[in-house]
């Protein structure tokens, strides 16, 4: 995403922010093989946002919010975010629909056999559907933002609602 928003937006500055460093140096690998010169990457927790120089007209993540403490981001982005500022972020959910849920009950089912063989997907394939029952990040964050003096300008479910994006203006 970092990427793409890198080459829509050539003259505008671009960061990329991810826990992990394989992660980042890849990221930063294929930025440079690209040709960018408008985005650069932090190894860091989200979560810190808040200590890293210069304010955003959009902050935006992708399947992340599960796993991070929405909280500290939302107050964080107060301080980050440019008055007219959007905030996007999307990430999975349980579908509310009770056909759909139970597709995605035997989705889940069925990968987990699939990968029952495999000691390297299938415990991540059982975590992130766990994750995925648990979560209440599309609440948490809502409240938080809302709190934060966001105005959410969307929330909408992704098709087959296995995800949601929320989006909000500061
Ligand atoms: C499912 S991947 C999504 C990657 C990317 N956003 C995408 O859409 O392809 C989740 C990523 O979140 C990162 N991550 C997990 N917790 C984080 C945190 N607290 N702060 C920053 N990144 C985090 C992980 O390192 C991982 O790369």
Not at 42 to 70: A, N, Q
Not at 119 to 141: E, F, H, N
Not at 144 to 154: D, Q, R, S
Request: some cysteine.
């Amino acid at each position: 995403m970092t990427l793409g928003l890198a080459k829509r937006f050539p003259r505008s500055e671009i960061v990329g922010i991810d826990l992990t460093p394989e992660n980042v140096e890849y990221a930063r690998a294929r930025a440079l093989r690209a040709g960018h010169d408008n985005v650069r990457f932090c190894c860091m927790p989200i979560e810190e946002l808040g200590e890293l120089p210069g304010t955003f007209d959009l902050v935006t993540g992708s399947f992340i919010p599960k796993l991070i403490d929405v909280q500290v981001l939302a107050q964080d982005l107060v301080a980050k975010v440019n008055p007219g500022g959007v905030i996007v972020i999307q990430d999975f959910t349980l579908p509310e629909n009770r056909f759909l849920l139970r597709g995605f009950n035997w989705y889940w089912c069925i990968s987990s056999r699939l990968l029952s063989r495999s000691s390297t997907w299938k415990p991540s394939a059982d975590y992130l559907g766990m994750i995925i029952r648990q979560t209440t990040w599309v609440t948490d964050l809502v409240r938080a933002l809302t709190v934060n003096g966001f105005t959410i300008t969307c929330r909408e479910s992704q098709p087959l609602q296995i995800a949601t994006v929320i989006c909000a203006e500061k």
